[in-house]
Each structure stands twice: as structure tokens, then as C-alpha cells.
């Protein structure tokens, strides 16, 4: 961004890098935005990437169907602005369409297990992508205890 201040698509990239996990009630990270104080481009990617965690495989979840995905962001509205989300809607079929053609995912989960879901602020929501691979570490980590060291360069020299 020094190097190249006037050009704005750097700028909409370091504003999606450091605006896509706030949510548009406050409750995101890392800054605590809320509604307009996070750039549109932000809020829309925000969606986005929650679509495409939800419809996408993961190792530690299959991936969800365009209804599942649909029905667990529309459970949590307050995080996205209001606009957004009526635009997702006016145009989910391109949504599925884009989904359709590019994902190398089977859709095996019609409904949201139970064990993928937490309850936040008395509100019935999904487990978020970085909540269920911290937790899937810390229970890897204590359950595996690790029986080789790293190599390190001045063990590996020796």
C-alpha cells in the first residue's frame, strides 16, 4: 500500500483482508466494527466467505447444501447487513450455479448436526470455521502427544 497508495483495488484488498470477520452487529473481530463503520466490500465478502465455508468440504465437515447454508446465515442475520443479505437472496441461484461448477465437494449433510452447533448469546449458531479447527487442534494436541522433536537447523547440521 506505501508503494502503490492511489491504487484502489489494493485498498479494497486490504480492506476485505482486515474487515471480512467483523460483523455488522459488533460482535466480529479483530476490531469490533459495526453496520457502515465496516466498508461494503468487507460486509460483502464477509457473506461470501461464510457461504463458501458452509458449502465447501472440509476434513473435519462435509459440505453443506446451498438450503443448510442458506438457512444457518439467515439464523444469524444480525451479523450481516441487512442489504447484503437481501442481495444474496435476489440472486442465489447464481450463487448455487457458481457452487455447482466449481466445487469438487459431495453434499453429504442435509441437516445441522447437533455437534456443530453452540450456543452464543442465547442464539442457536453454527460453530464458525476458525472455531472448529481451534478446537479440533486443541483436541488433537491433548489427545496426541508428540513423539518426535521438530528438526530445527542447527539440529539438523549436527
Known sequence: MQQFPDVEYLAMARDIALTHHECF??????QGL??????ISGRIVALADVYDALTSQRPYKAAYSHEVAKQLIMETVDRFDPRVLTAFLEVETEFIAIREAFSDATIVEETIPAEERSRVEG???PLTTWGLVSSRLRSTALSSPRTT???TRASAQA
Not at 25 to 30: A, H, N, R
Not at 34 to 39: A, K, L, S, V
Open 25 to 30: 452487529d459488533g460482535s466480529g473481530y479483530p
Open 34 to 39: 459495526r453496520g457502515t463503520e465496516i466498508p
Open 123 to 125: 442464539i442457536d449458531v
Open 149 to 151: 522433536r521438530p528438526t
